[in-house]
């Protein structure tokens, strides 16, 4: 993992890291009323807990191009989806003011660390235009 994390240092500065609560899956995070889709109510609640999260934490938005790298430990060892976190992270870090939206992001990795009790997301925002 810490070979990893180089290698992103390499390719951007680091700004910003954050530690974040596990997200729903993205079989969790849409719900269909009718015709249409919306963001389920545990969507809607994980959206607003990482805002809170990332006010707590001192959230610096950023303005331009950026990098992502997300470390996601999951709650258990059961066989996941990395991609089907992704859309609830990407939505729930914009809605608490990372960054300003996610056309702004133009490099993004993920990898899977050790399960921890709760699961957790370390993200690490880096601004490509330094």
Sequence with gaps: MEEVIDDFEDEA??????ELSYPPSVNHYWRHVGDRTMI?????????????????QGVDSAGGSVALFFSVHPPDR???DLDNILKALLDALQHGGAYQDDSQIDSLRVVRSTPVPGGKVRVLVSDLES
């Design 78 to 80: 059961r066989r996941r």
């Design 13 to 18: 500065k680091i700004e910003v890291v954050y």
């Design 40 to 56: 389920s109510r545990a969507g809607r609640e994980y959206r607003q807990r990482v805002a809170e999260e990332l006010a707590h």
